[in-house]
């Protein structure tokens, strides 16, 4: 059992019953309350409940055989959500254990725990796996104390503090897998995916929502097989990868309905029902629900009663029953134990159903609500890898309320919106005494335009339809634009084409003519010719060069086709609020140099940069020796970067290797000379240590990042210099070239030592390429590098 070898612990237990039934009373009883707990592991409580229905014989009544009896006894009742004979039956244990100093007292604490964590009562509960947690530390039971652990990391993530359980999760982990318990390695991995999803983070989510499945059905946990198999369709649900979700949830089922856990079989219906309605069946999503809503009605699943009433209200809105739709939602709204993602759902369904009944007051009401709602619990995340994802999980709920301000004719009302959910961990450094909407209230979007002398393009990428803003000095326009998936599609197709031996120009490209004409055509008359313009990209956009697409020829002006960068400046921004607070400065006066590369190797993963030395070199020629600090060699590490005071220089350059972690952005790093056994500058370090930096340039491979999220764009280590205060980032989208790039570097700084601002002196300095001769004229060799702004 303690191995977690489930199946072949009860086939030992059932041969021992078996052999010791009828010439010993007291070990066949023994065997039968083992045979019991292992049925309880597996799922099958009322089984369990039925071998524990027999009385022990009189000489172990006052036994550890009847504390783990009576314990068991609790759990199954626990489980089944009998809670009064639940309670009985936990309280006779511990009146026994204490009574008998039972060497199970740990584990009874443990059972008491799990019950209270069950009702609800949260501080009972965090008593209880406290006192189980002390007993293993005492009687050296690492096991009891393991367990204790693991339970006081899945407290936290009930109670939504989870920043402390993925901390606690963590060391659970490491703890199971040094003792060997397969079992609470299981659990744990699995409720660490289900933290992970619930903020956000799918690719983590995914990655050990799997390995916990896979783990559970190793360790015969086919009830936590289960509960992992729907999380994960979940996790695929919200992705929008429906076949999967689908399938997996199909799974789930057939297990679910072998076994007694209600809670679990409702969980799984009710993620078929989301999935059917998503995927437009109405009656496959009432089929679900209906089955579900019997299992709670008849008293055997409290749990997901709030869940069940949301479908409820969604089916019955489906049907234009809109009176039934609001009762359902109000009755989630009206249970003060409701989880808060539950919440803000309700009230947004409650919205979109105020909506269809043309009550436009009353649905921009419940709007605000779920909106404030989420924000409120995004606020009480610390972290800043669960911040920068969490509206992963309630963008869907933004993108709502901004269809419905568009339905209302209120496009810049829905602009405004749209840019409350961007770059929100950006901001947090600013200071400000307004709340969020107080800022998003007072955004003048064409002031930003005519400050910045620039157009603005604004996009949105929704599932069912997408809109672009596009704001001049003068006036601003919304076009509505493809849903996300047409636009994804082409955005992955064309810069796949980047690695092929013909320039896109030249051959043709179908993807990059119909993007420029999605994305830009519409407005192209707005954009006066050599201007400025800053895009502030959704979704796929946020890895796209809008510099590289194809801008169509024109037979009368004997216009050739070519990229876009000929035509415009570009600067990417994450958000107006940010682009409020910056402007077009021109590079400050006898401003100094923080240079960093050339560094010694680190691995063979990361063998010396031939062409690094030559591009350290190249910037001598803009900074005299007293301007100018270079960490090179043995000196370009971690620790002489953050040593040498980086906030007291106005340029900070890198001319090294670079990692982007799609899995943990913040775990993107510069590779640097190595230091015993590091050789890493991480993101997470960089967001730690503030700058005023007028241009950062990460002349390495990825430095904008691999991860996208809802709101914040790509996350990596450009993302972490902003965070820091940098006001203007240089970094790139995908691996560079090593041999371009010094040519590249030397022109761009050879234009802001001419006085040009960051963004004039990287297009220049692109165009150079652009209009040279060899490979490098390529988009592969000048794309990759964008500049952000900060603020």
């Known amino acids: 059992m303690r191995q977690g070898k489930l199946d072949a612990a009860l086939q030992h237990a059932n041969t021992a019953s078996a052999k010791y039934g009828a010439r010993d009373p007291q070990w066949a009883a023994r065997f039968r309350v083992q045979q019991a707990h292992i049925l309880l592991i597996r799922g099958s409580y009322s089984e369990a409940l039925r071998l524990l229905d027999e009385p022990l014989p009189p000489v172990l009544l006052r036994t550890d055989t009847e504390v783990e009896r009576k314990m068991v006894q609790g759990l199954a009742f626990d489980d089944l959500q009998q809670f009064d004979a639940a309670d009985q039956a936990i309280s006779e244990a511990e009146?026994?254990?204490?009574?008998?100093?039972?060497?199970?007292?740990?584990?009874?604490?443990?059972?008491?725990?799990?019950?209270?964590?069950?009702?609800?009562?949260?501080?009972?509960?965090?008593?209880a796996f406290r006192t189980a947690a002390e007993i293993g530390r005492q009687r050296n039971l690492p096991r009891v104390e393991l367990d204790a652990l693991a339970n006081l990391a899945y407290l936290a993530m009930r109670q939504e503090h989870y920043d402390e359980a993925v901390d606690r999760f963590k060391v659970s982990l490491e703890k199971s897998r040094t003792i060997g318990a397969a079992d609470i390695e299981a659990k744990t991995l699995g409720n660490l995916g289900w933290n992970y999803s619930v903020v956000g983070d799918f690719d983590n989510a995914e990655a050990v929502l799997t390995e916990a499945t896979t783990k559970a059905a190793q360790a015969g946990l086919v009830e936590d097989q289960t509960y992992w198999l729907i999380a994960l369709a979940s996790v695929y649900y919200q992705q929008h990868r429906y076949s999967e979700a689908d399938s997996t949830a199909q799974t789930a089922l057939t297990l679910a309905d072998k076994h007694d856990d209600k809670k679990t079989l409702t969980q799984c219906l009710n993620t078929l029902s989301d999935i059917a309605?998503?995927?437009?069946?109405?009656?496959?999503?009432?089929?679900?629900?209906?089955?579900?809503?019997?299992?709670?009605?008849?008293?055997?699943?409290?749990?997901?009663?709030?869940?069940?009433?949301?479908?409820?209200?969604?089916?019955?809105?489906?049907?234009?029953?809109?009176?039934?739709?609001?009762?359902?939602?109000?009755?989630?709204?009206?249970?003060?134990?409701?989880?808060?993602?539950?919440?803000?759902?309700?009230?947004?369904?409650?919205a979109g159903a105020y909506a269809l009944q043309h009550q436009p007051a009353k649905a921009e009401h419940e709007f605000d609500v779920a909106i404030g709602t989420v924000e409120d619990a995004r606020d009480s995340v610390q972290r800043d890898e669960f911040r920068v994802s969490f509206l992963s999980t309630?963008?869907?709920?933004?993108?709502?309320?901004?269809?419905?301000?568009?339905?209302?004719?209120?496009?810049?009302?829905?602009?405004?919106?749209?840019?409350?959910?961007?770059?929100?961990?950006?901001?947090?450094?600013?200071?400000?005494?307004?709340?969020?909407?107080?800022?998003?209230?007072?955004?003048?979007?064409?002031?930003?335009?005519?400050?910045?002398?620039?157009?603005?393009?604004?996009?949105?990428?929704?599932?069912?339809?997408?809109?672009?803003?596009?704001?001049?000095?003068?006036?601003?326009?919304?076009?509505?634009?493809?849903?996300?998936?047409e636009i994804d599609a082409a955005v992955k197709s064309y810069r796949q084409s980047f690695l092929e031996p013909r320039d896109p120009v030249e051959?043709?490209?179908?993807?990059?003519?119909?993007?420029?004409?999605?994305?830009?055509?519409?407005?192209?008359?707005?954009?006066?010719?050599n201007s400025r313009?800053?895009?502030?990209?959704?979704?796929?956009?946020?890895?796209?060069?809008?510099?590289?697409?194809?801008?169509?020829?024109?037979?009368p002006q004997q216009v050739k086709p070519h990229y876009w960068i000929e035509d415009a400046t570009i600067v990417t921004a994450n958000s107006l609020a940010l682009l409020s607070r910056s402007s077009v400065a021109a590079p400050p006066k006898d401003a100094r140099l923080l240079v960093v590369g050339d560094a010694l190797a680190a691995s063979t993963d990361f063998p010396p940069l031939?062409?690094?030395?030559?591009?350290?070199?190249?910037?001598?020629?803009?900074?005299?020796?007293?301007?100018?600090?270079?960490?090179?060699?043995?000196?370009?590490?971690?620790?002489?970067?953050?040593?040498?005071?980086?906030?007291?220089?106005?340029?900070?350059?890198?001319?090294?290797?670079?990692?982007?972690?799609?899995?943990?952005?913040?775990?993107?790093?510069?590779?640097?000379?190595?230091?015993?056994?590091?050789?890493?500058?991480?993101?997470?370090?960089?967001?730690?240590?503030?700058?005023?930096?007028?241009?950062?340039?990460?002349?390495?491979?990825?430095?904008?990042?691999?991860?996208?999220?809802a709101g914040e764009g790509l996350v990596g280590l450009s993302w972490a210099f902003l965070r820091a205060g940098a006001h203007n980032v240089i970094a790139g989208l995908w691996e560079v070239s090593n041999a371009s790039t010094p040519q590249l570097m030397d022109q761009l700084y050879q234009g802001i030592h001419a006085g040009q601002d960051p963004a004039a002196a990287l297009r220049n300095a692109k165009l150079t390429l652009v209009h040279s001769n060899g490979n490098y004229r390529k988009p592969f060799y000048w794309a990759p590098f964008l500049l952000y702004a900060g603020s």
């Open 95 to 127: 009146s026994l254990g204490t009574a008998i100093q039972s060497s199970l007292l740990g584990a009874v604490a443990q059972t008491r725990g799990i019950f209270e964590t069950d009702r609800s009562d949260y501080p009972k509960a965090a008593i």
């Open 277 to 350: 309605l998503a995927t437009g069946r109405l009656d496959d999503a009432e089929k679900y629900n209906r089955r579900a809503a019997e299992i709670e009605n008849a008293g055997l699943d409290q749990f997901g009663v709030n869940y069940s009433r949301l479908i409820t209200g969604r089916i019955e809105t489906g049907k234009r029953h809109y009176q039934a739709a609001e009762e359902s939602f109000r009755k989630v709204l009206g249970d003060p134990n409701a989880e808060t993602p539950l919440n803000w759902e309700a009230h947004t369904r409650l």
């Open 394 to 485: 309630a963008i869907e709920f933004y993108d709502a309320y901004v269809n419905f301000l568009i339905e209302q004719e209120r496009p810049l009302d829905a602009l405004k919106m749209a840019d409350l959910s961007r770059a929100q961990a950006l901001e947090e450094r600013l200071p400000s005494t307004d709340s969020k909407h107080a800022q998003k209230a007072g955004l003048k979007p064409q002031a930003i335009a005519r400050r910045l002398n620039a157009t603005l393009l604004f996009y949105w990428l929704g599932e069912q339809r997408s809109y672009l803003w596009a704001i001049t000095p003068a006036k601003s326009s919304m076009i509505t634009l493809p849903a996300s998936a």
């Open 507 to 529: 051959a043709g490209n179908a993807d990059g003519k119909k993007l420029y004409s999605v994305l830009i055509g519409p407005v192209e008359k707005l954009i006066p010719k």
């Open 533 to 555: 313009v800053v895009i502030l990209p959704d979704g796929s956009l946020n890895s796209l060069n809008f510099e590289t697409l194809i801008v169509p020829g024109s037979q």
């Open 610 to 709: 031939p062409q690094a030395g030559k591009e350290v070199g190249l910037l001598e020629n803009y900074f005299s020796p007293s301007e100018r600090l270079e960490l090179t060699g043995a000196n370009a590490t971690a620790t002489q970067f953050l040593a040498s005071r980086p906030e007291k220089f106005a340029y900070l350059h890198f001319a090294t290797h670079g990692t982007a972690s799609r899995l943990q952005p913040l775990e993107s790093a510069v590779i640097l000379s190595p230091e015993g056994d590091s050789y890493k500058l991480y993101a997470r370090d960089v967001v730690k240590h503030p700058l005023t930096a007028y241009l950062v340039t990460i002349s390495a491979c990825n430095g904008a990042g691999t991860k996208s999220y």
